[in-house]
C-alpha cells in the first residue's frame, strides 16, 4: 500500500492528541456515574464527549479507541493490527481520517481500494524514537500515542497538547479511561518500554520548534510542560 | 506635544473600533461525499495439511504432511486445494462493511475563499484555501 502524503493544514497551529490514560476524566470533570457507567459498558464512550465541549473546536487526533468519543475527532491514529481487526466494523463508522503505521498496511495483502479509507504512515526504520521528518513516515516509539506526535508534526501543528498521557495506572488501578482493554497489573508493565521514546521526542520537538503541553499533571512523563485543561484553554503559563 | 498626544490617542481609539466592526468570514458548505460499502476478503482459516510431500505456501512458510495450521483461503492456490483439508472457518465467507461516508466536505467562505469543514462548521484547514486547493484536500482526506 502506498504510504500517504500527508497534507500540511495546521500550518504552524495548534494539534490535541488524546490517548488512552485515565487522567482524561479528571481533567475534563467527568461525573463518577458516567465514568462507571461507561467503564461497565452502560453507556457508549461518547458519553464523555459533553463534558469534552472546550475542545470540540480544536484539531484532534484521536489514538486508539478515542475515535468513538464523538465526530468531532478529525483524525483516529492507530499502529496495532490486533486493534484494528478487533474494532474494524466500528472504525468504519468512523467519519473522520483514519491514518494508520501498523505493519499490515504495508503489505500487498491489505486491498488499499477497497473503500476503508485507510492513510498508511510507515514507521521509519532508521529512526525508531521521536519525531519523524522523513515524509511519508512517524517514529513508531513503541506506542501509538507516541507516534500520533509524527503524524501531528506532519500535519504542521507546532503546538501539541497532550492528553491521557498518563504512563502508569491511576489508584484505583485503570489503565485506561474505558474498558475496551486493559492492561493485566499482574503482568510486566509496559510502561517503561513506552516511555523511552519521549525524551527523543522532546529533544527533536526543541529542535524542530513544537511546543508540546502535557495536559496529564499526575503522567510519568517528565520531559515537557506539566499543566492542566483549564490552563491550557485559558492561555496560562 | 500635548495636542499630539490626543491625537495619537484618538486614532489608536479609532483602530480598536474598525478592528472589532471586521465581519466574521463564515463558511457554506457545497459538497458531501457518499457512503461505501467495503467487502473484506475471507479471513483466517485452519486446514490440515494432508498426507503426501511437504508443501510451500504463497506466503513462503512450510507446511509438513498432517500439519494443522493457520493461514488465509488466498495464500493456498486453487489448484492445490485438494491437498488440504478445511477444519475451521469458512474459505468462502466474505464480509460486507458498510463505511461511513466522509465528514468533510467544501465550504465556500464569504471572502470568496474555500475551507475544508466538518458538519458544524469546524475547519480542517487553518489556511483559506483557493477552490482547487480545496478540492485536492478534500480528495487527499476522505479517499
Known amino acids: 500500500m502506498r504510504a500517504w502524503n500527508t497534507p500540511k493544514i495546521w500550518d504552524k497551529g495548534e494539534c490535541w492528541i488524546i490517548g488512552g490514560g485515565p487522567s482524561i476524566t479528571q481533567q475534563f470533570h467527568i461525573p463518577e456515574n458516567v465514568i462507571e457507567a461507561v467503564r461497565e459498558k452502560r453507556l457508549p464512550l461518547s458519553a464523555y464527549s459533553p463534558y469534552m465541549e472546550s475542545i470540540h473546536s480544536k484539531h484532534i487526533i484521536g489514538v486508539n479507541m478515542a475515535f468513538q468519543l464523538g465526530n468531532w475527532v478529525d483524525f483516529c491514529f492507530f499502529g496495532d493490527d490486533g486493534w484494528f481487526r478487533d474494532h474494524r466494523k466500528e472504525l468504519a463508522q468512523f467519519t473522520g481520517v483514519r491514518v494508520s503505521c501498523a505493519p499490515m498496511f504495508s503489505k500487498n495483502t491489505y486491498h488499499a481500494d477497497n473503500g476503508e479509507r485507510i492513510k498508511y504512515l510507515a514507521q521509519d526504520p532508521k529512526k525508531s524514537h521521536g519525531i519523524s521528518e522523513v515524509p511519508y513516515t512517524v517514529c513508531w516509539n513503541a506506542n501509538s500515542g507516541a507516534a500520533a506526535i509524527s503524524l501531528a508534526s506532519h500535519l504542521g501543528a507546532k503546538k501539541i497538547v497532550l492528553l491521557g498521557f498518563d504512563m502508569q495506572l491511576d489508584p484505583n488501578g485503570n489503565s485506561h479511561w474505558h474498558k475496551e482493554y486493559q492492561m493485566n497489573p499482574a503482568k510486566r508493565s509496559v510502561f517503561p518500554r513506552h516511555l523511552r521514546g519521549f525524551p527523543i521526542i522532546a529533544a527533536d520537538a526543541k529542535r524542530m520548534g513544537i511546543e508540546i503541553l502535557n495536559a496529564s499533571p499526575e503522567s510519568a512523563i517528565d520531559v515537557f510542560p506539566k499543566m492542566t485543561v483549564e490552563a491550557i484553554l485559558n492561555g496560562s503559563p | 506635544m500635548a495636542e499630539s498626544k490626543v491625537t495619537k490617542k484618538k486614532k489608536a481609539v479609532k483602530k480598536k473600533v474598525v478592528e472589532k466592526k471586521e465581519p466574521e468570514i463564515t463558511t457554506s458548505k457545497t459538497e458531501v461525499i457518499t457512503p461505501q460499502i467495503v467487502v473484506t476478503p475471507p479471513g483466517m482459516c485452519t486446514w490440515r495439511k494432508k498426507e503426501g510431500a511437504t508443501f510451500r505456501l ?38 460486507r462493511v458498510i463505511t461511513a461516508p466522509s465528514k468533510f466536505a467544501i465550504g465556500e467562505r464569504e471572502d470568496g475563499m474555500f475551507d475544508v469543514v466538518d458538519p458544524d462548521g469546524k475547519c480542517i484547514n487553518d489556511v483559506p ?5 480545496a478540492e485536492k484536500l478534500l480528495l487527499a482526506l476522505s479517499t
Open chain 2, 58 to 95: 504463497s506466503n513462503g512458510k512450510k507446511v509438513k504432511p498432517n500439519e494443522v495450521f493457520k493461514a488465509y483461503p488466498r495464500e493456498i492456490p486453487p489448484a492445490f486445494r485438494d491437498l488440504f483439508e478445511l477444519l475451521e472457518g469458512d474459505e468462502n465467507a466474505v464480509e
Open chain 2, 129 to 133: 484555501l483557493g477552490k482547487e486547493d
